[in-house]
Nanobody
Framework: EVQLVESGGGLVQLGGSLKLSCAAA????????MSWLRQAPGKGLEWVSN????????SYSASVKGRFIASRDNAKNTMWLQMNSLTPEDTAVYYC??????????RGQGTQVTVSS
């Protein structure tokens, strides 16, 4: 069974930082590109970042580029999203997903990130 479990969300003040984790199980992690997605209250699902299967390639949406850093450790079946300089516009449920380019074959249950002003 494919499992993706996010953790690390919480409440943080404007300008603060959080680091999200995604633990993967039930599939060969290093074979898949992975993504971070988010959904803000009342809005649709938004792509945030990709991490290539070989962990060297990353890409980011314009709204987070320069503030967020995605990474992964294939030996630990884990990926992370370091989020810096957070603003209230970053408030959302954050998901890790298997796949990229808009095609996702699995998604975790999400972790809530709330940024207060």
């Amino acid at each position: 069974e494919v499992q993706l479990v996010e953790s690390g969300g919480g409440l943080v003040q404007l300008g603060g930082s959080l680091k999200l984790s995604c633990a993967a199980a039930g599939f060969v992690f290093y074979n898949y590109g992975m993504s971070w997605l988010r959904q803000a209250p009342g809005k649709g699902l938004e792509w945030v970042s990709n991490v290539g299967s070989g962990d060297n390639y990353t890409s980011y949406s314009a709204s987070v580029k320069g503030r967020f850093i995605a990474s992964r450790d294939n030996a630990k079946n884990t990926m992370w999203l370091q989020m810096n300089s957070l603003t209230p516009e970053d408030t959302a449920v954050y998901y890790c997903a298997r796949g990229w380019s808009g095609t996702y074959s699995a998604r975790g249950q999400g972790t809530q990130v709330t940024v207060s002003s």
